[in-house]
């Protein structure tokens, strides 16, 4: 029996005014989704149980068989676990994006934040943009008095760890949580340490709004990388054998260090697509080939699909559409197509880890619908995969128990 988890993130959203009142699950084509959703069964879950903070960072540790209410230490530790970084005793992390504040001589607070992702910017520009920070002699002098180091990535996604680090009492804000939205309101605050995380925002800004990097890519037309944002705190965490738990090794094909991170932790293979960004231009074919190689491998995969939530965020609806029937069409329905033909018996789990609301263009924590299906049965129960059908089957309460469902045990 091979096992198929398959995570759309930020699919489900509340009905759109746009799409005539449906939802994006609604109005997109998704033949194969819906066709699964009609042979197994739909209910609705709480991956992000409250008082967490509604994303992935919970999410996917509530499917992944993790209650967050338990593990959840904060979003970067499982970042910096995908990407090799070792914590010491005493370290924190966070992640540093890089982001476009609002243009014109203001103050870091009376900007707004126009882009949680400078514009979804590309590695080498990325990398490029941190270096200018890392060179600067006066920023350099700013990380060694906060005991700060920043670990570059080719993507907008960067991590700090804060080495003798004391977190507690600081509030932290997710910036793709507040786009549009003056950055005052949303900068770290609490005590005399969060100023530490403000003065370098304060001067990455400074650094960056008009240096050489950042006006070229005003004049390409793109988003400028004109500041960074420190949120996502959290220190070491530790996850239960995957192996010990389900009696399953696996791997997880994304293109997120989240979702990869908590993989690792798990024990499950890390896989690594070229040409993968979590983007709508992510490399679909490398993805369906890893992850049915994979599946020769092993007898769970994880299939993890970014681009959903990366559009909602970026106001992009004609993209999340998109992204969701591409989900359907370039990676689902062929996988099911080689399983079938191959003579498979498989089991696949698939959903949204939390709704993104093409509204606020923000992350949502309410229930989200998911799809169990099985290839040897055909439940009869018709309709489709969507929030309407999702509320209308069984209630999960924590999606930690979803691994459960799709290994069929008591």
């Keep these: 029996m091979k096992y198929l988890l398959i995570i759309g993130d930020g699919m489900a959203d509340n009905p759109v005014e746009q799409l005539g009142g449906k939802t994006p699950l609604q109005a997109a084509h998704i033949p194969t989704i819906d066709r699964m959703a009609a042979r197994g069964q739909v209910g609705s879950v709480v991956n992000c149980p409250k008082p967490l903070p509604p994303g992935s960072e919970t999410a996917i540790l509530s499917i992944f068989g993790c209650d967050p209410r338990r593990y959840f ?48 910017i590309d590695g080498p520009s990325a990398l490029e943009t941190v270096d200018v920070l890392l060179s600067h002699p006066d ?57 530490v995380f403000v003065d370098l925002m304060r001067l990455a800004n400074h650094i960056l709004d008009h240096h050489p990097v950042t006006e070229k890519r005003r004049q390409a037309g793109k988003l400028p990388a004109n500041g960074v944002w420190f949120w996502a705190q959290g220190t070491a965490v530790k996850l239960p054998s995957f192996r010990q738990q389900y009696g399953l090794d696996g791997a997880v094909v994304s293109a997120v260090p989240l979702c990869h991170g908590i993989g690792v932790l798990r024990g499950l293979e890390m896989v690594e697509v070229k040409g993968a960004t979590g983007e709508l231009d992510t490399n679909f ?40 029937e591409w989900l359907d069409s370039r990676l689902v329905a062929p996988l099911l197509e080689r399983m079938d033909t191959a003579g498979m018996d ?35 129960r018709g309709g489709a995969y969507d929030e309407e059908n999702g509320a209308a089957g069984p209630f999960l309460a924590c999606g930690d128990v979803l691994l459960d469902k799709l290994f069929a045990r008591p």
């Design 73 to 120: 230490t904060g979003r970067s530790p499982m970042e910096a676990a995908a990407s090799g970084i070792q914590m010491r005793p005493g370290d924190a992390t966070f992640r540093c994006n890089l982001v476009t504040l609002e243009d014109g001589e203001l103050p870091l607070e009376r900007r707004r934040i126009l882009s949680h992702s400078a514009g979804s």
């Design 139 to 195: 920023f350099a002098r700013a990380l060694e008095k906060a005991r700060l180091e920043i670990h570059p990535f080719p993507a907008f996604r960067q991590l700090a760890v804060q080495h003798q680090s004391d977190i507690s009492g600081i509030q932290f804000f997710p910036p793709h949580d507040h786009l549009g939205e003056a950055a005052g309101a949303y900068l770290p605050v609490g005590n005399d340490r969060a100023e």
């Design 285 to 324: 074919e490398g993805k369906l080939e890893a992850t049915w190689a994979k599946l020769q491998q092993y007898d769970f995969v994880c299939l993890h699909l970014e681009a959903p939530d990366e559009c909602t965020h970026n106001g992009d609806l004609p993209g999340k559409l998109q992204a969701i």
């Design 346 to 380: 498989y089991r696949v789990l698939l959903l949204s880890d939390h709704k993104t609301l093409t509204a606020t263009r923000g992350h949502d924590g309410d229930p989200v619908p998911y799809l169990i299906y099985d290839s040897r049965e055909d439940t009869g």
